[in-house]
């Protein structure tokens, strides 16, 4: 457990995570200073956030700073009297737009919030100046206790990890699911203990920021072209990826994509044992999926473990889903038969090829977390009627053609709305699929795709883009989608 106490530690970006590390290192007797670069922040907000996490600290631990026990790294609680949250959390600075030299003088190391690129000029900056740069999950990985299983990948993260945390809750009683997924690894850290298991899902963002990071279970569900705005190349979107096994060893493992060609390669190469998972391929170790049932295979015998029409989760791309938070659980003791139990009662998570309601016989479905064309596609693969699809967004340079080809004869109509709707609209045509739709906002998309739908078929939003620069974020959008529909007539 590291020393914070007395240290000044400049946090670059003031979102939930930037707010969650702010909090936690305060309450270890730190002298966080927040930078964000926006104007227009809201610093109040801001506090009242940070405000509500060290409430939290104090309601638990009793005093600032917490420490942990030298001896076995527990926690000290104790029953002192504690300042007022909203006292202590204004305590701390937050600079905006500009960081003068003078700002960074006595500071120890910088925490990079992961929307932050690690390949600037203020980057540049700290370095020259020697200090320590590291991540957000970084850092809670430093101030945290028990195990941990880490989840990465470009497609089907969100689901495999909230599956992988029920599993876990439901066996030992509780789980801490932290990351991407939405809550702050920092918010949790001070609170685990050795007995807990924490299930991480991390992106490639934070996984440029980590150092001494080490999950004892990892899993890279598969690598397809994303964020390469950020990254520039597919290989160094890779090797953000297979980074989470950076400090495994062979007492750990990773489970990997058997039908994954970047998966498939890296395998070779792992620290680590490798768990393979295949919806294409019958293995002779790992997990598969034949004849719509999912099996496991040991020294090329197989068990069969239930039909995947057992589950609630639809689609090929939940199967695989599926079988990697299986691999997981079971490879940290937890039986086959209470994983199995917890996956046949698991819901799709918001966002992900939810179903919203039917009106006039026409199904609407929210995949507004099908943020890449490749979990656009698996959206589109998941459907089982005629589908009218509402696309288009954030430009993050990708590309369409697999997108639009895996249409078919499945999607009738095209409704496009963002940045990139004309780059999509001339990549369809180019593919012969011409029946487009442009709309200038998702009130209007929804009400056209109301206007077109026939009974029968469904109405899906799943956009293979980013919501920025029309939504706060991909949860933003889903939401506004969803109140939409609820209010079709």
């Not at 020393?3 to 970006?13: L, T, Y």
């Not at 062979?250 to 768990?275: E, M, Q, S």
């Amino acid at each position: 457990m590291r020393d914070f106490n007395g240290k000044k530690i400049i946090i670059v970006g003031a979102g939930k995570s930037g707010q969650a590390a702010a909090a936690m290192l305060k309450c270890q007797g730190a002298d966080p200073v927040i930078y964000d670069e926006n104007k227009d922040l809201d610093e109040e907000s801001v506090y009242g956030k940070i405000t509500a996490s060290i409430a939290g600290y104090l309601k638990a631990f009793g005093s600032i700073p917490v420490v942990r026990d030298e001896k076995n790294g527990n926690v000290i609680r104790n029953n002192g009297s504690a300042d007022n949250a909203d006292k202590i959390a204004h305590e701390i600075r937050i600079i905006k737009e500009a960081l003068s030299d003078a700002e960074l003088d006595g500071a120890t190391e910088v925490i990079m919030s992961p929307g932050v690129p690690v390949d600037t000029p203020l980057v540049e900056r700290f370095k020259s100046r020697g200090l320590r740069i590291s991540g957000e999950i970084e850092l809670a990985y430093e101030c945290s206790k028990g195990r941990l299983i880490a989840i990465t990948g470009t497609n089907g993260k969100t689901t495999t990890t909230a599956l992988t945390g029920a599993i876990v809750k439901d066996y030992f009683g509780r789980a801490r699911v932290v990351g991407n997924i939405g809550d702050p690894y920092t918010d949790a850290a001070l609170y685990t203990t050795d007995d807990d298991v924490t299930v991480a899902e991390i992106s490639s963002f934070q996984l440029e920021t980590t150092e001494t990071f080490h999950p004892q279970v990892s899993a890279i569900l598969n690598i397809t072209p994303d964020h390469l705005n950020r990254h520039h190349t597919m290989e160094n979107y890779a090797a953000c990826k297979e980074s989470v096994t950076a400090n495994q060893t062979a007492d750990d493992c990773c489970v990997l994509n058997h039908d994954d060609p970047y998966t498939l390669d890296f395998g070779k190469r792992c620290p680590c044992r490798v768990i393979w998972f295949s919806s294409t391929s019958k293995l002779d170790d790992g997990y598969y999926l034949e004849d719509e049932n999912i099996y496991k295979a040991e020294g090329g015998k197989a068990e069969k473990l239930f039909n995947v029409h057992e589950m609630k989760l639809l689609g090929r791309h939940n199967a695989e889903n599926v079988m990697a938070a299986i691999a997981m659980t079971s490879a940290i003791g937890i039986p086959m038969e209470s994983i199995i139990r917890t996956v046949k009662g698991f819901e799709a998570v918001e966002h992900r090829i939810e179903y919203v309601r039917t009106v006039k016989g026409v199904a609407y479905y929210n995949d507004s977390k099908g943020t890449n064309p490749d979990a656009a596609i698996k959206a589109i693969e998941a459907m089982e009627r005629k589908t009218i699809l509402i696309g288009g967004g954030y430009d993050k340079q990708n590309t369409y053609d697999e997108w639009i080809e895996a249409f078919g004869d499945k999607v009738s109509s095209l409704i496009l709305l963002g940045q990139t709707k004309d780059k999509i609209a001339e990549c369809a045509r180019r593919h012969g699929f011409n029946d487009i739709v442009f709309a200038t906002s998702m009130e209007d998309a929804v009400n056209k795709a109301y206007s077109i739908a026939k009974s029968g078929e469904a109405v899906l939003l799943s956009p293979a883009c980013a919501s920025w620069g029309m939504f706060k974020n991909y949860e933003e959008r889903g939401r506004i989608f969803k109140e939409l529909v609820r209010d079709l007539k």
